[in-house]
Nanobody
Framework: VQLVESGGGSVQAGGSLRLSCAIF????????MGWVRQAPGKGLEYVSR???????SYADSVKGRFTISQDNAKTTLYLQMNSLKPEDTATYYC??????????????????RGQGTHVTVSS
C-alpha cells in the first residue's frame, strides 16, 4: 500500500489550499482515511477523518475551515483548507486503515501513512 500526498505549499493567512492523497497498490477499499499534521517540534495532531460510509469528523481547531472528501472511486482523498492560519503550518500526512473500528482509533494506531506534504501559512 502506498499513500502519496500532494498539494502543499506556501500561502498567506486567510488563503486556501487543497491537499490530495493518492492511493496505490490497494484495491479492496479502506474502512477509513484521514489527515494528521505535525508542526515543527510537536507531535502528530489529528485533523480529520472519513469513514467508508462517508461519516466525517474534524478537530475543533479546523472545524468549519477544512473539508475532507474522497473521489467516487475512493482512490484519492482530499482536504480542502480554507481561511488558513499561521498555526496551520505543518507537514500534513494522509492515513488509512482497513479495520472496522479504525474510525475511532488514535492517530498513532492507524496502519498506513504517507510521506507528507508541507504547508506553510505566513501572517
Amino acid at each position: 500500500v502506498q499513500l502519496v500526498e500532494s498539494g502543499g505549499g506556501s500561502v498567506q493567512a486567510g488563503g486556501s489550499l487543497r491537499l490530495s492523497c493518492a492511493i496505490f497498490s490497494y484495491t479492496y477499499g479502506f474502512q477509513c482515511m484521514g489527515w494528521v499534521r505535525q508542526a515543527p517540534g510537536k507531535g502528530l495532531e489529528y485533523v480529520s477523518r472519513i469513514s467508508d460510509q462517508g461519516s466525517t469528523s474534524y478537530a475543533d481547531s479546523v472545524k468549519g475551515r477544512f473539508t475532507i472528501s474522497q473521489d467516487n472511486a475512493k482512490t484519492t482523498l482530499y482536504l480542502q483548507m480554507n481561511s488558513l492560519k499561521p498555526e496551520d503550518t505543518a507537514t500534513y500526512y494522509c492515513q488509512a486503515d482497513f479495520r472496522t473500528d479504525c474510525f475511532v482509533r488514535p492517530v498513532a494506531e492507524m496502519l498506513y501513512r504517507g510521506q507528507g506534504t508541507h504547508v506553510t501559512v505566513s501572517s
